[in-house]
């Protein structure tokens, strides 16, 4: 019953204000719970025109294995690493708060305040519903918090745990990799050349989702290029910070150190995103496995002429991962992956497609024309994208 409540209060377009934009907007259900709510900018539209979120929007599935924020001891890491939480910042450490911020954040959904939401929840199709689940309640804070623990039984629910990719029947001995997905799986894992493995964790000899989640939940600061279509970035010092932005005092990652650190996505799904990223600045998958083949050997493809790890402010630059393979090598080396090698991992990343998206999973396309040693480049120029009157941009994501 709370599963089905759920469900029905994350495809309903009635709780924004103007009404309309559903969770299910931007977590569209044909592009696995990922998307950007018609925006071709990386990040998703809000309720009301010209109002952009933060970030791009991570996919919903699999969230019953999210941990909580939580600093990891490894007996091989000098210190402890921060893990887990939800959003890119990991802020929220259970969906039943997490739920609040797009709701009621201005660039999102802008649903007001909790006694006007509470009130839409009185006179909607599944109040009674909602009363039977939840308990008769007319204090908007019990009702909003109803609503996280209706949302929050929807989002661990097994239909949102769907593990039925070719890479789950492929680990269950149900399937067989093609010759090309082979050899993207072997690169992926190669720590000389794709050395993806080491923060997206998988486990073939398991047929357990939970084990091959394919992130390991950490933080990274990988110094992913500036996406000048965001309105926020039009001013020159704007930066987004990331995990050292979190407000935690009981469990917190203020230190300066984790400035630009982002939360390392899962790759379940990937293929069908529309935007790669937490700023959304690449739009296909290939682009993304070319910047981790570039951004040490070539940065000059990368970023515009002079300006390495453009989107991060020069006092945190020292704190950009350079020292991890595939970071680690020096500049005008060979790249570690060719044209074959970044079409084989993009193959293999199809593979972790559930069945009811694989139609909308991303084409493989043609050469991307990856010299083995990368020449000097110009700047990457990327189209403008003019959006009409004032644009405000969200703190969300």
């Known amino acids: 019953m709370l599963v089905a409540l759920g469900k029905k209060i994350f495809f309903d377009g009635r709780l924004s204000e103007p009404p309309g934009t559903s969770c299910a907007s931007c977590h569209d259900p044909a592009r696995a719970f990922s998307g950007g709510h018609g925006s071709r900018i990386g990040v998703p539209l809000g309720s009301r025109p010209a109002h952009f979120a933060r970030r791009s929007t991570p996919s919903v599935l699999y969230m019953r294995y999210v941990p909580k924020f939580h600093y990891f001891e490894d007996d ?43 009130a839409k929840i009185a006179g909607g199709p599944y109040a009674k519903e909602f009363r039977g689940a939840i308990g008769p309640s007319s204090d908007p804070e019990a009702v909003l918090r109803g609503v996280g623990v209706a949302l929050e039984a929807y989002l661990k629910s097994d239909e949102m745990t769907p593990q039925s990719s070719k890479y789950d029947a492929y680990v269950r001995g149900q399937a067989t990799l093609t010759e090309q997905e082979r050899r993207g799986l072997e690169t992926f894992k190669d720590r000389r050349r794709g050395a993806c493995s080491g923060c997206h964790r998988l486990a073939e000899t398991s047929s357990n989702p939970a084990e091959s989640v394919f992130t390991d939940y950490g933080y990274d600061a990988v110094a992913l290029p500036r996406n000048r279509d965001l309105p926020g970035n039009r001013n020159a010092a704007h930066f987004d910070l990331g995990l050292c932005e979190r407000k935690d005092k009981t469990n917190p990652s203020d230190d300066e150190k ?25 739009k296909t998958l290939r682009e993304v496995v070319k910047f981790y083949a570039l951004r040490a050997v070539a940065p000059g493809r990368i970023y515009p002429a002079g300006q390495k790890f453009d989107d991060v402010p020069p006092k945190y630059r020292a704190n950009v991962n350079i020292y991890a393979p595939i970071y680690n090598r020096r500049e005008g080396a060979p790249a570690p992956l060719d044209d074959d090698d970044i079409d084989a991992i993009v193959a293999f990343l199809g593979t972790l497609t559930d069945s009811p998206y694989v139609q909308t999973r991303e084409p493989l396309k043609g050469s991307l024309a990856l010299p083995r040693r990368a020449p000097p480049g110009t700047a990457r120029l990327r189209p403008a994208v003019m959006v009409a009157g004032p644009v405000a941009q969200s703190p969300s994501r």
């Open 76 to 118: 091989e890491a000098p210190a402890p690493e921060p893990r887990g939480g939800f959003f890119w910042d990991g802020r929220s450490d259970t969906l039943v708060e997490l739920a609040r911020q797009p709701l009621f954040n201005p660039d999102e959904m802008n649903a007001g305040t909790p006694r006007h939401l509470a």
């Open 258 to 282: 984790w400035c630009s650190s982002f939360r390392t996505p899962s790759l379940r799904n990937v293929a069908v995103r529309q935007s790669f990223g937490h700023n959304g600045v690449y």
